[in-house]
């Protein structure tokens, strides 16, 4: 008989890891997540349907949830991220980051055999390994070995995105793990893979902006002739004006407020026409790893491009997730069936 994994998804989003398990085929229940942001558990029920929501982690009763083997916990980095406020995550203090430390409780609670963590770099800076480390050492204290990395999603995807992962498990039943050394491009191996051909209208650049886009533009390396669509970030000087816009080969770091050109100003420019536009929605949910018929049901969910586009700035690359979960679980990959879903008709920009 074949085992299902019974997994709990703290900070859910919109349910990366399931999706994750999903692409990995590993036979999976999600038993509960724990999510307070009401865009969040709608994106998620869009796209894993109805999964019991226990809400705030700090207030949750944990004898109360059913018995899970895989924790995942991808803990706000609101306070540890360089371009956040920098409180930090210390036990006790009250900040989103601190959160971390309310894990313990379903460790303690529940002793699931492996735990996956995901976080910004910024966990292993000067300022905050203090508290990274003190988490390592109750983990610990609780019976686990903890292995991690970092890794940059361009090894998998063309985005320029470090994140630190961690996966710990019982000490019982621990055989080691190793991340994958030399990971593979699979699905989308370059940009030309996840841009469109048209954007919604609204989006395309006009008058002054369109005119200063051409005028800092370097666009001497595209090729004459050339008919793909480029993605395009731009530089700035040292008072933080932008000095140009160059071509990308890899998106920068999708983050909130990326969609629309957004605060890491990447745009799309066909030398066809010479038409400029702001990033999508869609293209940062495609570097994000998400398949485009889920895409089309995020659309299809109520909730806006730019509030789509959050909550992929928030959340994991699902290729990374499935190379793990696909070595922890190297028995159960690609024996469950693919998840049957309806068929999305959807004309995305007209």
């Known amino acids: 008989m074949t085992m299902t994994i019974r997994m709990f998804e703290a900070f859910a989003g919109y349910g990366s890891q399931a999706l994750a398990m999903e692409m990995a085929r590993i036979p999976y229940k999600s038993v509960g997540i ?4 009401p865009e969040a558990l709608t994106a998620y029920r869009a796209l894993h349907g109805y999964v019991h929501n226990y809400g ?33 995550l210390t036990e006790g203090t009250g900040t989103s980051s601190s959160l971390l430390w309310e894990c313990e409780k379903a460790i303690s609670a529940k002793h699931p055999t492996w735990l996956l963590m995901e976080n910004v770099r910024d966990l292993l800076s000067a300022k905050f390994r203090p508290d990274f480390e003190q988490w390592l050492a109750r983990l610990e204290t609780m019976g686990y070995n903890n292995y991690y990395k970092v890794i940059n999603a361009k090894d998998y995807i063309p ?8 996966v710990s498990i019982l000490k019982d039943y621990d055989r080691g793990f190793e991340f994958n050394a030399h990971p593979q491009r699979t699905r989308y191996k370059q940009l030309s893979d996840i841009l469109l051909p048209l954007g919604p209208q609204t989006s395309y650049l006009k008058g002054k902006t369109y005119s200063e ?16 669509v480029f993605l395009f970030g731009h530089s700035r000087d040292a008072k933080g004006h932008v000095a140009n816009f160059h071509k990308l080969d890899c998106a920068h770091c999708c983050t909130t407020g990326s969609v629309g050109g957004g605060n890491v100003g990447m745009y799309v420019y066909n030398p066809i026409d010479k038409s400029v536009r702001k990033f999508t929605a869609f293209e940062q949910m495609r570097l994000m ?48 069936l693919e998840r049957e879903r309806k068929p999305t008709i959807l004309t995305l920009f007209d």
């Not at 899970?68 to 991808?74: A, H, I, P, Q, V």
Request: charged share 25%; hydrophobic share 35%; aromatic share 10%.
């Open 34 to 37: 724990s999510e307070i942001k």
């Open 159 to 166: 985005q320029n995105r470090e994140r630190i992962f961690m």
């Open 56 to 88: 705030n982690i700090s207030k949750v009763n944990w004898d109360r949830v059913p018995d899970f083997d895989l924790f995942t916990y991808s803990f706000p980095c609101t306070d540890i991220s360089r371009i956040g406020d920098k409180r930090g």
């Open 289 to 336: 790893g998400l398949e485009d018929k889920d895409i089309q049901t995020l659309y299809h969910s109520g909730l806006s491009p730019n509030q789509i586009g959050d909550l992929g700035g928030n959340s994991i690359v699902v290729d990374i997730m499935s190379d793990i979960f696909s070595r922890l679980f190297p028995s159960l990959a690609g024996t469950a």
């Open 213 to 228: 886009f051409m005028r800092l533009a370097r666009l001497d390396d595209i090729e004459p002739g050339s008919s793909q």
